[in-house]
C-alpha cells in the first residue's frame, strides 16, 4: 500500500467491539474510517432486559452513534445495512452501493437460533434489540390491561401466564424482573385481577441455570428464583411453541407471552463471505481474529469463532468483544509501523447476573459472590461500562428511585387502543 495515501478501515457494526475499534483508530488522522450499522445508536445490551419490564427507558441504554464519533473529521457513520463483502476485491456492499477497504472489521452481532424450529419464531420474542424489548413491554403491559377487562378465567390464566425459555443471564435477569413487576410493583393497581398472580416459567434443558458459572451460583440463583414466585424448570425440553403456548414432555403451558432466550446464531453476513464457519454460523477465527488467509479482515464479537488455544469458543459477551475491539485497534497500529503481529489474549473479569432487587450472582475467578455483595458488583460494573456520562447519571438516578419508591415508570403503552383492537 502507497505510504502517500490513507489506509481506508471499514468497521461493520457499532456494537462494543466495533465501537471501541472506531475510538482507538479514529485518534490516527492517517486513517480513514467507515462505520456501517443498521441502527443510528450503540446499545448497552446488558441492560435491555430493564427496558422490557419498564425499569428503565430506551434513551437510556442507546446514544446515537454519531454523538460517540461523529465529530472526528476522519470517521464517517453510515446508517444501511452491509449485505455482502468481497474478500477478494476488498469490497463492502451496502445499501445499493459499495465501499472498498485496506481493513475490514466485522462486529455485526448476533440474532436468536431457533435450532432448527424457526417456525417458533412467530411464537416468540428474543431479547437482541430496543424492538424487541419494546415488544416485550408492550406484551407485558397489555396483557394486565386485557386481563383486567375479560371476565374469563381461563383467557386470564393464558394471558398472565409468562414463559421464558433460556436459563442463562438473560432469561435468569427476565424472570426475576417480571416477577418483581408483577408480584410487587404493580400488584394493587388492578382491581378485577391480582398481578401477584401471574405465573412465570423459566425453562432450560440443561441439567442447572447458569451454565458457565459456578454450580453452587446456579443453585443459588435458582432457589432465589422460587422465593420470589418463579417456576424453574432445568433439564426440561421444549417440545412445540404455537399458538396455544409451550408444549413440554407431558405438559402443555398455555401463554400469549413466550420470550426466547436459549441460543443465538451469526448475522447472516457471516455466511456471504465465503469462508469456514460454525454451526452457529459463527467465523472461525484464527489467533489474531483474522479470518483465515486474510490479514486484513477482523472478525470479533458474537459472529466470531474463537477458541485458539481454548477447550471451547469465547462466549458472546461484551467483555470480550470490547477486548477483541481493542487488541484490534492496537493490532492495525503496530501493523503499520511493521511491528510483529502477538496473538489475541482474553482477560476472563468474570461473569454476573442479577436475580431481582439486591440480588445477584458474581463470578470472578475464584471469588464467588451472592446475594446484596453480587448485587453491588452488578450495579458497579454495569454503571462503569455504560457509555456516556449522561447515561450513567440517568441510570444511577433511575435506580436510586426504583429503589426507594419500589416503582417502574417506563410503564408507558405506546399504541393507542381502539374499539377493534385489544393490543
Known sequence: MSESRKRKIVVI??????????????????????????????????????????????????????????????????????????????????????????????????????????????????????????????????????????????????????????????????????????????????????????????????????????????????????????EVLTGTRVIDINEQGVQLEGKMIPTETVIWAAGVQANGIASTLGVTLDRGGRVIVDEFCNVEGHPEVFVIGDIANYSKGLERPLPGVSPVAMQQGRYVAALIQGDLKNKKRKSFRYVDKGSMATIGRTDAVAQVGVLKMKGLF???????????????FKNKVTILITWVWSYIAFRAEARVIQDEISADKNG
Open 374 to 388: 453480587g448485587w453491588l458488583a452488578w450495579l458497579f460494573v454495569h454503571l462503569f461500562y455504560q457509555v456516556g
Open 13 to 230: 457494526g457499532a456494537g462494543f467491539g466495533g465501537l471501541q475499534v472506531v475510538k482507538k483508530l479514529s485518534q490516527n488522522n492517517n486513517l480513514d474510517i467507515t462505520v456501517i450499522d443498521k441502527k443510528n445508536h450503540h446499545l448497552f445490551q446488558p441492560l435491555l432486559y430493564q427496558v422490557a419490564t419498564a425499569v428503565l427507558s430506551p434513551a437510556d441504554i442507546a446514544i446515537p452513534i454519531r454523538s460517540l464519533v461523529g465529530e472526528r473529521l476522519n470517521v464517517t457513520v453510515v446508517l444501511g445495512e452491509a449485505t455482502k463483502v468481497d474478500l477478494a476485491t476488498k469490497t463492502v456492499y451496502y445499501q445499493n452501493t459499495s465501499t472498498n477497504y485496506d481493513y475490514l472489521i466485522l462486529s455485526a452481532g448476533a440474532k436468536s437460533s431457533y435450532f432448527g424450529n424457526d417456525h417458533w419464531e412467530k411464537y416468540t420474542i428474543g431479547l437482541k434489540n430496543l424492538k424487541d424489548a419494546l415488544k416485550i413491554r408492550h406484551k407485558l403491559l397489555i396483557s394486565f390491561e386485557k386481563a383486567e377487562l375479560s371476565g374469563d378465567p381461563e383467557v386470564v390464566k393464558a394471558l398472565l401466564n409468562y414463559v421464558i425459555i433460556g436459563g442463562g443471564p438473560t432469561g435468569v435477569e427476565l424472570a426475576g424482573s417480571i416477577a418483581e413487576l408483577s408480584h410487587q410493583i404493580i400488584r394493587d393497581e388492578f382491581h378485577t385481577i391480582d398481578p401477584a398472580l401471574s405465573k412465570i416459567t423459566l425453562i432450560e434443558a440443561a441439567p442447572r441455570l447458569l451454565m458457565t458459572f459456578d454450580p453452587s451460583l446456579g443453585e443459588f440463583t435458582k432457589k432465589r428464583l422460587e422465593s420470589r414466585g418463579v
